[in-house]
């Protein structure tokens, strides 16, 4: 059991890390801390943490276990404000995006007598803030901690225990096949969404083809709703992972360019290799999506 787990940075995720620790009973004490206004104690109210703070320092004081839970884009500053206030033996892990750089900014800040411990849960909802925090958010979900050769083996337990009371399944990473891997299957996904809401919106018909834009459109733009400083910041920390993804949809998204200007009529092939890819890969995601928590539900 954890005595004292500090939370920074109450949004959706951490919110929910909050709200699941709490309710497991895998913590003695939840506590935290975060700039925005009345968010620490909206985060307090809804049960997420049991003492919200206003001082970074006063929040991670004798903790054992600190998460950081900002965007990636506020770890640089993060780090380097926390340093000084940490407790020596504390273990500190984070929930950004990307990794390769974050590993390096902790590296480079936090002193030798603290432990830190990368990781990225893959859970995630179109609505963000902690009133949108779910104790269920993680149920099930794969969470990735990317531990290096310096990585200390007690801190790596110690946050493979917590991501366990989320009720998350744990993969180990290598930081750079994060980034890799990462960048395929949020970050592309994402620029994808983008590129076609521009696309259409850009055209002098947009007015009149909004009229007529539907379930699928709605689905296949939804991610271009996200946040824009968080997608920003990924994009300038994972560039040359991303941007190979994107060389490989380009690629493809050539390919079926020219089989429709041709009127190939093997491009049915295409399509029902990709139908079967995306079936066998929601099947064996349902079937990855057990039963936890407090209310038995599904996240």
């Not at 104690?41 to 998460?67: F, N, S, W």
């Not at 965007?71 to 380097?80: E, K, N, S, T």
């Not at 049915?268 to 990709?274: G, I, L, P, Q, S």
Request: aromatic share 6%; hydrophobic share 45%; proline share 4%.
């Amino acid at each position: 059991m954890f005595t004292r787990v500090a939370i920074i940075g109450l949004g959706l995720i951490g919110g929910s890390i909050g709200l699941a620790l709490r309710r497991s009973g895998a913590a003695s004490e939840v506590v935290g801390y975060d700039l925005g206004k009345g968010v620490s104690d909206h985060a307090r109210r809804i049960g997420a943490i049991e003492q919200a703070y206003t001082a970074l320092p006063d929040a991670v004081r004798g903790a054992d276990l600190v998460v950081l839970a900002t965007p990636v884009g506020a770890m640089h500053a993060l780090l380097q404000d926390l340093a000084p206030a940490l407790t020596p033996g504390t273990v500190v892990t984070d929930v950004a995006s990307t990794k390769r750089q974050v590993l390096a900014w902790a590296e480079k800040f936090l002193p030798s007598s603290v432990a830190f411990v990368g990781g990225h849960p893959m859970a995630g909802k179109e609505l963000s803030g902690v009133e949108a925090a779910d104790p269920d958010l993680f149920c099930g979900r794969v969470y990735c901690l990317t531990p290096t050769a310096q990585t200390n083996p007690a801190a790596l337990e110690m946050v493979t225990t917590m991501i366990h009371a989320l009720g998350a399944r744990v993969r180990f990473l290598d930081p750079a096949e994060h980034d890799k891997q990462v960048a395929c299957i949020s970050h592309l996904p994402f620029l994808a969404s983008t590129a076609l809401v521009q696309t259409v919106a850009n055209s002098p018909a947009w007015g009149e083809m909004a009229l007529l834009a539907s379930s699928g459109f709605r689905d296949v733009t939804r991610l271009a709703a996200g946040n824009s400083q968080m997608y920003r910041d990924i994009c300038l920390t994972n560039g040359e992972a991303i941007v190979q993804c994107l060389d490989d949809y380009i690629e493809t998204l050539q390919t079926l360019r020219s089989m429709v200007a041709a009127g190939d009529r093997t491009i049915e092939n295409v399509f029902v290799e990709a139908q079967q890819e995306r079936l066998r890969w929601q099947a064996s995601h349902d079937q990855a999506e057990p039963n936890c928590g407090g209310n038995g539900k599904k996240s």
